[in-house]
């Protein structure tokens, strides 16, 4: 009640709960101030000498306000949302801004549903966005489309904060009409124009696009913060932004820029946070520590209006996080709505068992033969070149398939039967092939490998669930389940860390020089909007030409 | 369309206009661009070389994003809002939160109805607050109630950004339920405490209060922001805190600080202008100019979360000044999404003649005699004694009449016959008197006079309309109509400013030492939150036991 809360803050009733002797992290005002923190009914009352019913002695550890996740994909993770907020919440986040947008491209609707009502019965704090590119380009073939009239109808349905990320900048600038009507259909929009600037960038503004996470170069992010975005500095597994971007902060404009991970796989979220790790990492580079604060909690909220959250202060929504050291490593406590969500590493909440049947059982193939995979090698026909350590691709000719290996992307969701066949150079796979139902972003069948046989034993490893899986000598050595949509499991970011390391370990007996990369390159090389070269379920694209060859 | 936003912002089709060679003010980024400006259906496509149907060459004048007044009360300018407009707009006004408290207490729900009726067919944007305390205390014999109940139904009828000043404080910590009614039925709550700090800040916070423009001193409004409020410095006709305020403000904290004014005359609107002012006095003072302009435009659209508004940045509503100084002295041109609203000091709309026979002939008394409002004196009763200069009060006891005024204050709204009468030090009226049916909150006729038959010859001149009258040997000298709601006029802010003027100048005939301050004594007298002794319709008041004497 809020009299409740008024009665508390005033002194004349006991708080729920107070943090006592804590140096204060204050982002509105720039400073620390030590103190105690009075908590009531999940609001801070203030800061002053409560007594409380429960009175927490932090002795001298900072308290913080709940870290927020300005953009994240949830599925790069490989867990349910529940899940992803057991693992993250030990490391200070509280509020994350989520784009399912990888569910939305296997399971539509049904997807949407599941990560939605998945998040409600965990103390994470979950907006979604609606995902604006379902399927991402006419020449995706995944298990759903999300048009113009079904964004107006998702959006009235769900509460949805807005749009996803508009990754279909050709789109916007083209004015193509269903485009135009998504955009229309929304008042906040996430942005994604990597490199855009001058004419493009004020016509992508115009769009109604609030804010990037895309920019490479701190030059870069000054212009959109110019063009009155928003700027999302990104830390994930495969982007890292950090380093360049913080030096376009100044006081002045650090209200535009927060923290994001947009992808950030389980192990390294385990390792060593998301947020977390981009307040170490702007702290450790010699970066004012409170910017990191206000970077890392008040700013996203502010961005996307979430009402009075990411504060220390009075009448702001209790979201705290005690950290013993500045560089929130060494994490205490993590309260959202002052309720203790997770202590020493912990979470405190059990993730749901949540019903998967809506979304499991997505791998829609027949059983495949070494004949459907296989395809002679052809002089003429172009192959795919890998960058080493890089997602860009070019495509080449070669006088023989010596040292190439054979890729596949099987179309998973309608029985289309398509299968694209190329060779890739760049991979020494021997004796042996990777299978795996995560390929953005239709997240068709990805598969690689030395022979058609060891990779149609890979991929009949997947089964309806999908999954990974890692096949030598036509047999299986390792396989992981990934039954929801066949990009996320339901088990805990621990155990799927673990059967993803098993995995990395038996792929890199089939390639000791790829390792880890090859399991990227399988996710990354069907996205039809990577420069230069990539396989769909047609076959090879031409990116730059933005068509089959 | 938003097609032919997005052609032109890629320089593809013509833009409607472009404002060439101007030093143009990023709020956004701190920094001042020199360049073109492009505007296509009333949005900001970008800066740019681009082409316009038509084409503006600015001559290296600042343009600035349009000016917001993030509080006001349009009635104290003494006119209709669209000739408040008419008013502002040529000062680089495009934007105004206006808290409609005055009219609300005379004719609420329609007095509501005809303000936001008469700011539809203007340029200038009008943004509303419902106003929170109607009436300002349980004392007080207004035109109207406004409970908590009324409170959800006008906030579902109409669109208020929320509610506004909060000036019941006591009400919000005291958990009045009526008032908790009203805290809960709003996201967004304007504040209204003047030196309230510790504590008692903190509940009124947790009430949801989300700004305050009442901040006497820095060190004030740095706690305030510490507690989550938005300062707005205000520069109005009475209180002028920008001097002081501006102390608190950091290139960290800026982000929370916005102008307003509260209450202005319309002459020295006229004059000076309104927020343009603020910038103005800020920059002489020695301030960052663009802080100036942050706080003059952007922030305040943050606050109030009005969309893209309040920068000159691509995608974002073409509000925009262009000035000749950076000081804001010499406005040449205001454009509200992209149509010229004035030019070289003139508005160019015309203000409709709005239907006023909702709230006019507010005035529902009989005629009154000098009978009526005669009192004798009595030493053993209180006399309120004036300071000069300022509108606290105290009670005395005087040995007798001599030097002394006669005060009424005549409940005018629902014919209750309450008069309620006292003598005042520190005014030496002879022979005349002053009449208002002006007296905040309640606006109930305010008379003072050195007798009752001058008190009651003004009274009558006000008529059924309402107005000031200045009366001197029992003959009127100078009157003005108010006639809607008896506290504006329909007439220009000129013509007002004039008549204005016409009546402090015969007031002064009255009392050469009083004079306009006669004119605000007599508005504020009957304000019964003002320490320490007031005049209501019931009596003497003593504000700091809060009752009736």
């Not at 006592?20 to 005002?29: E, R, S, T």
């Not at 203030?46 to 900072?62: L, N, R, S, T």
């Not at 203790?340 to 193939?365: Q, R």
């Not at 089939?510 to 990227?520: A, F, I, K, Q, V």
């Given at each position: ?28 005002n ?16 203030g800061i002053?000498?409560y ?36 693992a ?20 539509g ?11 409600r ?10 995902p604006?590119?379902?399927p991402?380009?006419?020449f995706?073939h995944?298990?759903?489309v999300?048009d ?11 509460s949805?904060?807005?749009?996803g ?43 109604g ?16 913060v ?5 700027i999302f ?8 932004n ?6 376009a ?28 790790h981009?307040?170490?990492?702007a ?5 004012d520590?409170?910017?990191a ?15 009075r ?7 702001f929504?209790?979201?705290i996080?005690?950290t ?10 993590v ?7 997770a ?13 998967i ?12 033969t ?15 070149s ?24 099987i ?27 995560i ?12 022979d ?11 089964g309806?669930?999908?999954?990974i ?18 990009i ?5 970011a621990e ?32 996205l ?12 090879v ?9």
């Amino acid at each position: 009640m809020l009299k409740d809360i008024i009665n508390s803050a005033l002194g004349n009733e006991k708080a729920d709960l107070v943090l006592k002797n804590g140096k204060i992290i204050d982002v509105l005002n720039h400073k620390i101030t030590e103190g105690n923190v009075g908590i009531k009914e999940g609001i801070i009352i203030g800061i002053g000498d409560y007594e409380g019913a429960e009175e927490v002695d932090v002795k001298g550890a900072y308290i913080a306000p709940g870290f927020v996740d300005s953009h994240v994909h949830i599925e790069s993770a490989m867990v349910t949302p529940s899940q992803y907020a057991a693992a993250v919440m030990p490391k200070g986040v509280t509020t994350i801004i989520a784009d399912p947008h990888e569910i939305a491209n296997v399971k539509g609707e049904e997807g949407l549903a599941f990560m939605i009502e998945d998040s409600r019965s965990v103390p994470l704090e979950v907006h979604y966005m609606l995902p604006s590119c379902v399927p991402a380009t006419p020449f995706d073939h995944g298990g759903c489309v999300i048009d113009g009239e079904k964004t107006r109808e998702l959006l009235k349905k769900y509460s949805f904060l807005g749009l996803g990320e508009m990754m279909n900048y050709p789109g916007v600038i083209g004015c193509v009409p269903d485009v135009m009507k998504k955009l229309e259909s929304a008042e906040y929009i996430d942005g994604h124009a990597p490199m855009i600037g001058g004419k493009g960038l004020n016509a992508y503004a115009c769009g109604g696009i609030r804010n990037d996470h895309e920019c490479g170069s701190a030059q870069e992010a000054l212009e959109k913060v110019s063009n009155g975005f928003d700027i999302f500095v990104r830390e994930g597994t495969g982007a890292k932004n950090l380093e360049e971007l913080m030096k376009a902060v100044t006081p002045y404009n650090l209200r535009h820029f927060a923290f994001c991970t947009d992808d950030k796989h389980p192990a390294e979220i385990l390792r060593e946070g998301t947020i977390s790790h981009c307040v170490d990492k702007a702290i450790s580079l010699g970066y004012d520590p409170i910017d990191a604060y206000t970077m890392a909690c008040y700013n996203s909220c502010v961005s996307y209006n979430l009402g009075r959250k990411g504060a220390v202060a009075s009448g702001f929504e209790a979201d705290i996080v005690v950290t013993r050291d500045i560089n929130a490593t060494q994490i205490e406590r993590v309260y959202k709505k002052g309720v203790l969500a997770a202590e020493k590493g912990k979470a405190l909440f059990e993730p749901p068992c949540s019903d998967i049947s809506s979304v499991e059982n997505t791998v829609n193939i027949d059983k495949v033969t070494a004949e459907d995979l296989y395809m002679p090698f052809d002089k003429n026909k172009t192959v795919i070149s890998l960058d080493k350590g890089s997602l860009i691709t070019h495509g080449v000719y070669c006088e023989s398939g010596e040292g190439l290996s054979l890729c596949a992307n099987i179309e998973r969701h309608n029985k289309t039967g398509n299968i694209g066949k190329c060779y890739v150079k760049g991979l020494d796979i021997t004796n042996g092939a990777i299978a795996q139902t995560i390929g953005h972003d239709s997240h068709n069948i990805s598969v690689i490998g030395s022979d058609s046989k060891n990779m149609a034993a890979a991929v009949n490893a997947l089964g309806r669930q999908g999954g990974i899986a890692v096949v030598k000598n036509c047999e299986v050595t390792a396989k992981m389940e990934l039954p929801v949509g066949g990009i996320m499991s339901y088990k805990s970011a621990e155990r799927v860390a673990e059967e993803h390391e098993r995995i990395v370990e038996k792929a890199k007996t089939l390639s000791p020089s790829g390792s880890n990369e090859t399991l990227m390159i399988l996710g990354f090389i069907s996205l039809l909007v990577i420069p230069h070269f990539k396989l769909g379920d047609k076959g090879v694209f031409n990116v730059d030409e933005f068509r089959y060859i």
